[in-house]
């Protein structure tokens, strides 16, 4: 069974910088597709940004240019430049395997994936 853990969120200033880590203990994040996702208050969870098996991503406009996803064999990351308000959120990493497949024309959605951690507070003070 695949654990995944969030860690890094926190309160930072409008413009500040901020690196998400999912931890995944039980399996290697290799065999997995990956994703960032985000809810804020009252809104329903979006995908922020996914990483597929072969390293091909795909990145929510909204975010583009600033966030980017990466992975390492037991860690998924999220590196978040120029934060603004609207970033405001639970960050939740999921993944799956063998599918979803995250590619330039198709980011999976949330109910795809089989994996799931508690998530992590970002808050973005402007």
């Known amino acids: 069974q695949l654990l995944l853990v969030e860690s890094g969120g926190g309160l930072v200033q409008a413009g500040g910088s901020l690196r998400l880590s999912c931890i995944a203990a039980g399996g290697t994040l290799n065999y997995y597709t990956v994703a960032w996702f985000r809810q804020a208050p009252g809104k329903e969870r979006e995908g922020v940004s996914c990483?597929?098996?072969?390293?091909a991503t795909n990145t929510a406009d909204a975010v583009k240019g600033r966030f980017t996803i990466s992975r390492e064999e037991n860690t998924a990351y999220l590196q978040m430049n120029n934060l603004e308000s609207a970033d405001t959120a639970v960050y939740y990493c999921?993944?799956?395997?063998?599918?979803?497949?995250?590619?330039?024309?198709?980011?999976?959605?949330?109910?795809?994936?089989?994996?799931g951690g508690q998530g992590t507070q970002v808050t973005v003070s402007s």
């Open positions: 999921l993944a799956g395997s063998p599918l979803p497949d995250c590619s330039r024309s198709y980011f999976p959605r949330s109910n795809e994936y089989h994996h």
């Open positions: 990483i597929s098996r072969s390293g």
